[in-house]
Every structure is written in structure tokens, then in C-alpha cells.
């Protein structure tokens, strides 16, 4: 059939389009010659040198801790809002919470970056603290603006779910508090992990706001690459890509399945 | 009662961070953009003053700086000419892509939509850096054109406005695509059939039907690509030149270069009033709107 083929055509080319730059990404990791653009043979020198660059491992190390403390928090404070949003009927200054819980998903990043950075020089002239930017300062901007992508994920699972599960148990005798610990926070389990998730390689990924809250000894991965990068090519990022591409697209293989997970 | 302090407990916790990082930072801009310039550390003065009494200490000169100069309001407008075109090709590129994947049959539905997502969890920043290595003078996209004949030297397709636009849409299709798809899957195939049946050819089912009925996939999509865009600094930085400047980028200079940070400070928060502030009302207005016409 003649739209069937035109159906093929569209997703084959649509699919092409998403994949190739990062296949070509990977093609070239695996190039000998220091000139990137050049080929000159399959090696595995860039991941050589790469697991040799310091510089490199040290800011994948410092990211990682990061993020992975940034989500967690992210997480508790998103799961508290969504919550609130489906389950609690009285919150002062309503539209001002909801206001604040999802103005950071369309506050563009450099605008977020600079009040952060402005707010911390603000809070060390009058209270003498943060004395120097760092590893606290990105860390607290990430969550910051990784609450609401969690916020929004838990609040859409909370209204699909159905309440009389937790009704059914307040009448059996649970009171508030178990409640919330023995039917709700398992049944939304998935959903919180997949939130942990987003939250986790959304930080991992970050450049802008971090550029912004960094300080001494606090280059994170995306800030190491991009001045790599920045004005040329260079080898050893093609391979960092190779991996953390792999990586990645793993974490969200396993986002899918425990999306998919909860609705069944 | 236990109930009311374990609420407050769940209410307050997320609150007073927010209040605390989020709105606070939010209000130092503001606060910033009011004051007065003057050389030093803070490049700025105090906006209340006690020496000879109090005082008020406030002025909008950094704004009328910011809007009297072509310098900003052209950079600002570049950034909403290129979040438009990027826009409309997010829309061309993803809406057939987003349709035919909501009219396979669900097997095949579920693979293309995760093969969709997955590029946009891997890294911002490489996929960005990809496109750089494709545009590079002897990349691979000039040796396809050379060895095809269509040009007979290398063309220069790295630092533009179109390597710029070529990148954006790159990285934010996926953006579109997801909502897009969201409203699409809803809808009911029958009604194409239907149309066809009472006798309207294909280009009548897809302005009669099918687009009216996609419109707030399309709303959405939009937005979620328009708004990061008007702000995007990495990809001009990277795949762009001097040909054009942008805001994102002009923001940035203004802080770190120029060390004006009153003057940032009256660009960003220009940025939230003109940008931010509409699409927030926008989206309540909306959705009070499509909830009283029961879309």
C-alpha cells in the first residue's frame, strides 16, 4: 500500500536522523589519529587515554556524587510536593506553592544559574556563608531545580492511582502514617525511582547552571568537556562520549520499564 | 492530631526550600536590577541607605540602558526569530514522526517510542559536540557532498546561524515529539476513517480533523521547545559564529566579561517578564479553559 510506505519512509528517516550523529560520535572514538577528522585506523588509544586522564576521572567522580546526592534530595522534596498536590486539601498560598513547585521546569537555565550564583554572593555578605562556591553550591542548585521534574512525575501517578486502596486501609484499622509507608510509597515505588533517575542524569548532564554555582575544586564532568570542546575537537572526548552515551541510554532503557512497570 | 503535623511536615519541607533557593534568588535578581552600578566588589550599591537617615536608593536606568540599546533588544529578538524557525522545524520534523508512531499497532508502537526517548537521555552536550564533528570542514557531511559532485570545494556549514538552527532542532526534537504523541494516541482512528467516508480527500482530513484536534499536543510541544531555546547558550557557543548574537549569550557577557551585574541582573529578570511570566498565565488560562470545554 502506497501509505504504508510513506509511514516507512518517515520513521526510517526520522529514526536515521536521531541516530546518526550519535553513531558517527562513536565511529570516530575508535580513530587512531590524534587529528580527529582523520581516519587512520581502528584503536582503542582514546579509551587508553581516557581511563589515564585525571582530569577527566577526577570531575566524573565529583558528578557522579553530585547527582546522585542531588536526586536523592530532589526526590524526598519532589515525592513530599506531589503528594501534597493530589492528596493534601489545605495548603497555604496554594497557587503560590504550585507557582514555585513548577516555574524552575520553564525557567530558562542561564537565568536560573545567574540567580542562584547572585543569591549565594548575597547570603555569604550577610551571613558569611557559603565563604567560596563549590561542590555544596551546585549541589543545592541541582536539587532546586530537579524538585519539579520529580514533583510533576509523582503528582501524574498519584492522580491515575486509585484512592480507595488507601481508604480501604484507614477502615481496616492503618492509621495515617502507615498508610502513607505501607500502601502508598510501595505502590508508587516505581514511579519514584524513575523520578530519581530523571532527576539523577538531568544533574550529571547540567553545564549551564553549574558553570554558574561552581567554585575551586568543583569542575564537574560537563564543565571539563565542554572547555575541552569548546573551540576544536578533541579524541579523548569522543570516547568519554562512546561510553557515557551506553551508559546512558541504559539508565533510560530501565526509566522505560518502570514506567511501563506501574501501568500494569 | 498526628494527621496535621506529619501534613505540615510533607507541606512545609518542599516550601521552605523553594521559598528559600528558588524564590529568594528569584527576588536578589530583581533586587540587583534596581540598584545602582557603581565600580567595586559588588559591582553595585545598596538599595537602602542609613547613613544621613534612611533612604531609598533605586533606580531604572539599567533597564533603560538595557532597552535604549540596539545591542540587547536585537540580540533578544535574534533569540525569538531562532526560537521560532527552530520551533516550526521541531513541528515538521516531529509531527509526522509523532503521528505514524501513534498509529502503529502497539508492539511496534512501545520499540519507537522508547528508540524515540532514548537519544534525549544521553548527553546534551555530546549530542551538540556530534553535530560538530558532521559540520567540521572535512566532515563527513562534505565528503557525501563532494564525492556526490553537488559542490567542488568544502563548504563551510560549522559556525552559522544555520549550524545553530540544525543543532537546536537535533537536540529538541524529542521535546516535541513526546507531547505531540501524548495527544495523538488518544485520539480516535475511527474518525479518520469516518472523514474519509463522508467524502474528504487527505488534505481536507488533516486541516479538518486531524490538526484541530491536535492542537494542544502541538501547544505543548511548542512551548517546551520555544522557551529553553529563547535562553540556549551551549549551542550558539558551539556549532554558532559571530554572525549573530543571542541572548543567552549577551546574558552571559554582560555578567562575566563586563562585570555589570545590575545590568545582567535587568536582562534576566526582563527575560522571566517578558518570557516566563506570559507562558505561566498562558498555561493556568489553558487549562482552566480546556477543562470547562472538557478536553
Given at each position: 500500500?502506497?501509505?504504508?510506505?510513506?509511514?516507512?519512509?518517515?520513521?526510517?528517516?526520522?529514526?536515521?536522523?536521531?541516530?546518526?550523529?550519535?553513531?558517527?560520535?562513536?565511529?570516530?572514538?575508535?580513530?587512531?589519529?590524534?587529528?580527529?577528522?582523520?581516519?587512520?585506523?581502528?584503536?582503542?588509544?582514546?579509551y587508553?587515554?581516557l581511563?589515564?586522564?585525571?582530569?577527566?576521572?577526577?570531575?566524573?567522580?565529583?558528578?557522579?556524587?553530585?547527582?546522585?546526592?542531588?536526586?536523592?534530595?530532589?526526590?524526598?522534596?519532589?515525592?513530599?510536593?506531589?503528594?501534597?498536590?493530589?492528596?493534601?486539601?489545605?495548603?497555604?498560598?496554594k497557587?503560590?506553592?504550585?507557582?514555585?513547585?513548577?516555574?524552575?521546569?520553564?525557567?530558562?537555565?542561564?537565568?536560573?544559574?545567574?540567580?542562584?550564583?547572585?543569591?549565594?554572593?548575597?547570603?555569604?555578605n550577610?551571613?558569611?556563608?557559603?565563604?567560596?562556591?563549590?561542590?555544596?553550591?551546585?549541589?543545592i542548585?541541582?536539587?532546586?531545580?530537579?524538585?519539579?521534574?520529580?514533583?510533576i512525575?509523582?503528582?501524574?501517578?498519584?492522580?491515575?492511582?486509585n484512592?480507595?486502596?488507601?481508604?480501604?486501609?484507614?477502615?481496616?484499622?492503618?492509621?495515617?502514617?502507615?498508610?502513607?509507608?505501607?500502601?502508598?510509597l510501595?505502590?508508587?515505588?516505581?514511579?519514584?525511582?524513575?523520578?530519581?533517575?530523571?532527576?539523577?542524569?538531568?544533574?550529571?548532564?547540567?553545564?549551564?547552571?553549574?558553570?554558574?554555582?561552581?567554585?575551586?575544586?568543583?569542575?564537574?564532568?560537563?564543565?571539563?568537556?565542554?572547555?575541552?570542546?569548546?573551540?576544536?575537537?578533541?579524541?579523548?572526548?569522543?570516547?568519554?562520549?562512546?561510553?557515557?552515551?551506553?551508559?546512558?541510554?541504559?539508565?533510560?532503557?530501565?526509566?522505560?520499564?518502570?514506567?511501563?512497570?506501574?501501568?500494569? | 492530631?498526628?494527621?496535621?503535623?506529619?501534613?505540615?511536615?510533607?507541606?512545609f519541607?518542599?516550601?521552605?526550600?523553594?521559598?528559600l533557593?528558588?524564590?529568594?534568588?528569584?527576588?536578589?535578581?530583581?533586587?540587583?536590577?534596581?540598584?545602582?552600578?557603581?565600580?567595586?566588589?559588588?559591582?553595585?550599591?545598596?538599595?537602602?541607605?542609613?547613613?544621613?537617615?534612611?533612604?531609598?536608593?533605586?533606580?531604572?536606568?539599567?533597564?533603560?540602558?538595557?532597552?535604549?540599546?540596539?545591542?540587547?533588544?536585537?540580540?533578544?529578538?535574534?533569540?525569538?526569530?531562532?526560537?521560532?524557525?527552530?520551533?516550526?522545524?521541531?513541528?515538521?520534523?516531529?509531527?509526522?514522526?509523532?503521528?505514524?508512531?501513534?498509529?502503529?499497532?502497539?508492539?511496534?508502537?512501545?520499540?519507537?517510542?522508547?528508540?524515540?526517548?532514548?537519544?534525549?537521555?544521553?548527553?546534551?552536550?555530546?549530542?551538540?559536540?556530534?553535530?560538530?564533528?558532521?559540520?567540521?570542514?572535512?566532515?563527513?557531511?562534505?565528503?557525501?557532498?563532494?564525492?556526490?559532485?553537488?559542490?567542488?570545494e568544502?563548504?563551510?556549514?560549522?559556525?552559522?546561524?544555520?549550524?545553530?538552527?540544525?543543532?537546536?532542532?537535533?537536540?529538541?526534537?524529542?521535546?516535541?515529539?513526546?507531547?505531540?504523541y501524548?495527544?495523538?494516541?488518544?485520539?480516535?482512528?475511527?474518525?479518520?476513517?469516518?472523514?474519509?467516508?463522508?467524502?474528504?480527500?487527505?488534505?481536507?482530513?488533516?486541516?479538518?480533523?486531524?490538526?484541530?484536534?491536535?492542537?494542544?499536543?502541538?501547544?505543548?510541544?511548542?512551548?517546551?521547545?520555544?522557551?529553553?531555546?529563547?535562553g540556549?547558550?551551549?549551542?550558539?557557543?558551539?556549532?554558532?559564529?559571530?554572525?549573530?548574537?543571542?541572548?543567552?549569550?549577551?546574558?552571559?557577557?554582560?555578567?562575566?566579561?563586563?562585570?555589570?551585574?545590575?545590568?545582567?541582573?535587568?536582562?534576566?529578570?526582563?527575560?522571566?517578564?517578558?518570557?516566563?511570566?506570559?507562558?505561566?498565565?498562558?498555561?493556568?488560562?489553558?487549562?482552566?479553559?480546556?477543562?470547562?470545554?472538557?478536553?
Amino acid at each position: 500500500m502506497k501509505s504504508s510506505l510513506i509511514k516507512s519512509i518517515v520513521i526510517f528517516l526520522g529514526l536515521f536522523f536521531l541516530y546518526f550523529p550519535i553513531l558517527v560520535l562513536i565511529f570516530y572514538s575508535f580513530n587512531e589519529n590524534k587529528r580527529v577528522m582523520v581516519w587512520k585506523g581502528f584503536s582503542l588509544r582514546w579509551y587508553n587515554e581516557l581511563f589515564n586522564n585525571e582530569q577527566i576521572i577526577e570531575a566524573f567522580i565529583i558528578s557522579i556524587k553530585i547527582a546522585a546526592l542531588s536526586a536523592t534530595f530532589a526526590t524526598i522534596l519532589g515525592v513530599m510536593i506531589g503528594y501534597s498536590l493530589v492528596r493534601i486539601r489545605k495548603i497555604p498560598f496554594k497557587s503560590f506553592y504550585i507557582f514555585l513547585s513548577s516555574t524552575p521546569l520553564v525557567l530558562p537555565e542561564l537565568i536560573l544559574g545567574l540567580s542562584m550564583l547572585l543569591f549565594f554572593i548575597s547570603l555569604n555578605n550577610v551571613i558569611g556563608f557559603p565563604s567560596s562556591r563549590g561542590q555544596l553550591t551546585i549541589f543545592i542548585s541541582h536539587v532546586t531545580f530537579c524538585i519539579a521534574f520529580v514533583a510533576i512525575i509523582i503528582q501524574a501517578r498519584l492522580t491515575d492511582f486509585n484512592k480507595n486502596i488507601e481508604e480501604a486501609a484507614m477502615d481496616l484499622g492503618y492509621n495515617y502514617t502507615k498508610v502513607l509507608y505501607k500502601i502508598t510509597l510501595p505502590i508508587i515505588l516505581p514511579s519514584i525511582i524513575a523520578g530519581w533517575l530523571l532527576a539523577f542524569t538531568i544533574s550529571l548532564d547540567d553545564l549551564v547552571v553549574a558553570s554558574f554555582t561552581t567554585g575551586p575544586g568543583a569542575n564537574t564532568l560537563p564543565i571539563v568537556v565542554f572547555s575541552k570542546v569548546r573551540l576544536g575537537l578533541s579524541p579523548e572526548v569522543n570516547a568519554l562520549s562512546a561510553i557515557l552515551m551506553f551508559a546512558l541510554i541504559i539508565i533510560g532503557l530501565f526509566y522505560f520499564y518502570l514506567n511501563k512497570k506501574f501501568k500494569h | 492530631m498526628k494527621n496535621k503535623l506529619f501534613e505540615k511536615y510533607f507541606v512545609f519541607s518542599p516550601y521552605f526550600w523553594l521559598v528559600l533557593f528558588f524564590f529568594i534568588p528569584l527576588a536578589i535578581i530583581f533586587k540587583i536590577s534596581i540598584s545602582v552600578s557603581e565600580w567595586g566588589m559588588p559591582p553595585y550599591q545598596d538599595i537602602f541607605l542609613f547613613d544621613n537617615g534612611f533612604k531609598i536608593n533605586t533606580t531604572f536606568e539599567n533597564y533603560v540602558y538595557i532597552f535604549s540599546d540596539y545591542y540587547y533588544i536585537g540580540s533578544f529578538v535574534n533569540s525569538l526569530i531562532l526560537a521560532l524557525i527552530s520551533t516550526f522545524f521541531c513541528l515538521l520534523i516531529g509531527f509526522p514522526l509523532a503521528f505514524y508512531i501513534a498509529t502503529s499497532n502497539i508492539r511496534l508502537r512501545n520499540i519507537l517510542l522508547v528508540l524515540v526517548v532514548i537519544p534525549f537521555w544521553s548527553s546534551f552536550l555530546l549530542r551538540v559536540y556530534a553535530w560538530k564533528i558532521i559540520l567540521q570542514n572535512n566532515g563527513i557531511l562534505n565528503v557525501i557532498l563532494l564525492n556526490l559532485g553537488i559542490t567542488s570545494e568544502p563548504l563551510q556549514l560549522l559556525y552559522n546561524q544555520y549550524a545553530v538552527i540544525m543543532g537546536i532542532v537535533y537536540t529538541y526534537l524529542p521535546l516535541m515529539i513526546l507531547p505531540l504523541y501524548g495527544y495523538l494516541n488518544k485520539f480516535d482512528l475511527n474518525l479518520i476513517e469516518a472523514s474519509k467516508d463522508l467524502g474528504l480527500n487527505r488534505i481536507k482530513t488533516f486541516f479538518k480533523v486531524i490538526l484541530p484536534l491536535s492542537v494542544p499536543g502541538i501547544v505543548a510541544g511548542s512551548l517546551l521547545v520555544f522557551i529553553p531555546v529563547v535562553g540556549e547558550f551551549i549551542i550558539p557557543e558551539m556549532l554558532g559564529g559571530s554572525d549573530r548574537l543571542y541572548y543567552g549569550k549577551i546574558l552571559w557577557e554582560e555578567f562575566f566579561v563586563n562585570r555589570n551585574w545590575p545590568g545582567a541582573s535587568a536582562l534576566a529578570f526582563s527575560g522571566i517578564i517578558i518570557l516566563v511570566l506570559p507562558i505561566v498565565i498562558f498555561q493556568i488560562l489553558y487549562s482552566r479553559w480546556s477543562q470547562k470545554n472538557e478536553i
